[in-house]
Nanobody, 125 residues
Framework: QVQLVESGGGSVQSGGSLRLSCAASVYTYTFSRYRMAWFRQAPGKEREGVAAIDSDGSTSYADSVKGRFTVSQDNAKKTLYLQMNSLKPEDTAMYYC?????????????????WGQGTQVTVSS
């Protein structure tokens, strides 16, 4: 069973930055082959895809975060990252890490097999 543990969330003012991490409890070889992504869910809203990364390093982003967020991964550390800059109040949400998509660079919830418990990000104006 794959376990994903997110960290790095917190409270920040508008315009600030945060870096989220997602540590995976899998073999390094397995992690390097995973298609992974970050999702977020605000209160009363559906979970939405934020950024995805494929095993070849290619990435995709939701339009709302393009140019502000960067997804990356360190295979040796088996960790996925999300660098978030120029944060806005509308970025406030619980952020989730997801792994093992059946579709490359997907931002759809249903395509991922494993999920973390989430880390809260709150951006104040």
């Amino acid at each position: 069973q794959v376990q994903l543990v997110e960290s790095g969330g917190g409270s920040v003012q508008s315009g600030g930055s945060l870096r989220l991490s997602c540590a995976a409890s899998v073999y390094t070889y397995t992690f390097s082959r995973y298609r992974m992504a970050w999702f977020r869910q605000a209160p009363g809203k559906e979970r939405e895809g934020v950024a995805a990364i494929d095993s070849d390093g290619s990435t995709s982003y939701a339009d709302s975060v393009k140019g502000r967020f960067t997804v990356s991964q360190d295979n040796a550390k088996k960790t996925l990252y999300l660098q978030m800059n120029s944060l806005k109040p509308e970025d406030t949400a619980m952020y989730y890490c997801a792994a093992d998509s059946v579709v490359s660079l997907s931002l759809r919830v249903g395509h991922y097999n494993y999920w973390g418990q989430g880390t809260q990000v709150t951006v104040s104006s």
